[in-house]
Every structure is written in structure tokens, then in C-alpha cells.
């Protein structure tokens, strides 16, 4: 076992595959133990934009615990998470632990489907704010941290989210550090 921190990617068919491999990059770039997980079984994932995506594993066969667990948007791709019994079944273990999970773009809208991180400060896309603001205290921020959740807006903020998320999970100089070699343009607090 690693003693790495480890990282789980949710992947469906319909992801945004910008949020998706800026986060598996970003995450090990960080130097956590990143597995892919393919919501539908371990075959190749179309994501919104056509890119194909090739998982580790599928989720069923997942086992085990992570410190991290990330939910790529993408419209077609957050239904899909919003529906799995699966994804629900990881994202309480998660809640339940005080384990992170990070949602970006349209993803949280699987929080108040599971039932997980009520009343939490987040964000998310605009396009399902609206669903979103019931459950949680709403903020237009590109990211947002409260506790175990981290939410952001879209693709535009990818990088400052798993940015976040390798913070977190080791320290601020290491998000320092791989963001330098990057040319992020902005600063990532």
C-alpha cells in the first residue's frame, strides 16, 4: 500500500474530459495515487466533447478507501453520477469518513441526489445552480472549500480545483511547487 495520499476519478460516459484529465494530471503531478474509475464498467469513456478516456478499473471492482474521491462535470457525464448507485454508495463512505471529495462543473448535482454534503458551502456550474442552491450555501467563487467538500465552477477552473485538492491533501508549498512548472497564470490560494 502507498503511502501516498490516493485519489479516485469518477468517469462516465459524458464527462468533461477538460476537468477530468486536468484533475488525474494535476493529482499526480502532486504526488498522489491516482485510479480511474470507469462508472459503467472498465471500457473506453466517451467524454462530452468526443475525447476518449480509457479507465484503470471499473467502480464496481474498486476496493478500499481513498482520501480523495473527484466527480468530473459535463452534463450528460453528472446525470450519470447523479444516478449511480455506486457513486452514491462511495461518495457516503466518503461523507460518513470525513474523507474529501472534490465536484466540479455539473457534478455536484450528485451531492443532493445521494444525499451527501447538505448545507455546505459550494459552487458549481451556473447551468445547475439553481438545483444546487436548496441544498447548500451557494457561492460564486471558481472554488469553493468547506470542510471535506471542494467544489468549482467549470473547465476555465480546473486547474485552480485540483490545485486546491493537492493542497489540501499534502501542503501548500507542494501546490506551489507544480504549479510553477505549469505557468499557471493566476494565483491559487
Sequence with gaps: MSDRPSALVLLAQGSEEMEAVISIDVLRRGGLDVTVAGVDGPD???????????????????????????????????????????????????????????????????????????????????????????????RDHPVVADGNLITSRGPGTAFAFALRIVGTLTDARRMVEIRAPMMFPVQVS
Aim: aromatic share 4%.
Design 44 to 138: 473506453p469513456v466517451r467524454c462530452s466533447r468526443g475525447v476518449v478516456i480509457s479507465p484503470d478499473v471499473a467502480l464496481d471492482s474498486v476496493n478500499g478507501d481513498f482520501d480523495v474521491v473527484v466527480l468530473p462535470g459535463g452534463a450528460e457525464g453528472a446525470q450519470r453520477l447523479a444516478r449511480s448507485v455506486g457513486v452514491g454508495e462511495i461518495l457516503r463512505r466518503q461523507e460518513e469518513s470525513g474523507r474529501l471529495v472534490g465536484a466540479i462543473c455539473a457534478a455536484p448535482i450528485a451531492l443532493p441526489a445521494h444525499g451527501v454534503f447538505e448545507n455546505r458551502q459550494l459552487t458549481s456550474h451556473p447551468s445547475v445552480k439553481d438545483m444546487l442552491e436548496a441544498w447548500g450555501e451557494y
